[in-house]
């Protein structure tokens, strides 16, 4: 219990942290936020003065960073894109990140463990090499150029929808019918999103997994007649597990930041797409509170693969 609520602590620090670094590097940046009204002509410098009234541009740096959070979770802050509230923007597109990027590592994991135990099998053969050589494809494919391929084809080839997070003009007569439309949009981008993590994933799990087979207890259970796949599931597999557990937390910024792409690339209304148009438009407040919200999900991430590492490992708890 102690060493959980040290490392809550030092999660929450870490994201007070990040909230003055998203909201520095956004704010300090080159650039006005309102440079289509500082530009054009045919606005006033009243409106011009009002606008920066009405988001606290008049004010000190340090006093738009309390008032942007202030604003923000009494429900005030507004797009300087649209003025429409920022807090609903993420209520949107939020759940719909959390299940691309959930599914994306399902997929990956999913098919890195299997993967991992069919190239340990037997060291070095074809298997091994089959799977390396996978590997080696899925981490060189580009996502966007995968996405791109993907949406020609499955579009225009087959003529089915892939934009979006439902398709346009159909109706359903059930429930099930949305529930499978919606998946089927959703599908799409996490394969294209797991790509380059199920290499990752499926190289990581397989070095840690050929290094745990070479231990002596593992040599010793295979000496009192323990049948080879029994020794490799139950006993190699748990220590082969903790890297690879541990990687968890380190995987979410990856297919955060892949997201951006890969949602504007399908249409998908998550928060990389969101995030791509805020910086288009240079909605400052938007893209700070985007970048803390992320920041805020890669925190919680590294907690959650910290404590199913402790979980895995009762040492590690000792070690906090």
Known sequence: MVWFIRRLIVAVILVVLVSFLSFGLATLSPGSPYPWGELNPDISPEVQEMYREKFHLDEPVYAQYFLLWRDFFEGRLVSLQD?????????????????????????????????????????????????????????????????VILVAVVAEGLGMPVLGAESYGLTFDSWVGRALDHWWHLLLPAVVLSTGTLAVQAQTLRASLSETLGQNYVRTALAKGVAPDAVRLRHAL???????????????????????????????????????????????????????????????????????????????????
Not at 270 to 290: H, I, S
């Open 238 to 320: 748990r220590n082969a597990l903790r890297p690879w557990i541990a990687s968890i937390g380190l995987l979410l910024p990856t297919l955060l930041g892949g997201s951006v792409i890969i949602e504007s690339i399908f249409a998908y209304p998550g928060m990389g797409r969101l995030a791509f148009e805020a910086v288009l438009e240079r909605d400052y407040a938007t893209m700070v509170v985007l970048n803390f919200a992320i920041a805020v999900l890669v925190v919680a991430g590294t907690l959650v693969s910290d404590m199913l590492l402790a979980l895995l490992d009762p040492r590690v708890r000792g070690m906090g």
């Open 83 to 147: 003025e429409q509230p920022v807090i609903g923007k993420i209520q949107r597109a939020l759940p719909a990140t959390i299940l691309l990027n959930g599914l994306a590592l399902l997929l990956a994991f999913g098919f890195a463990l299997p993967l991992a135990l069919l190239a340990t099998r037997r060291v070095g053969d074809w298997r091994d090499h089959g799977v390396q050589l996978i590997s080696v494809i899925l981490a060189s494919v580009p996502g966007f150029w995968f996405g």
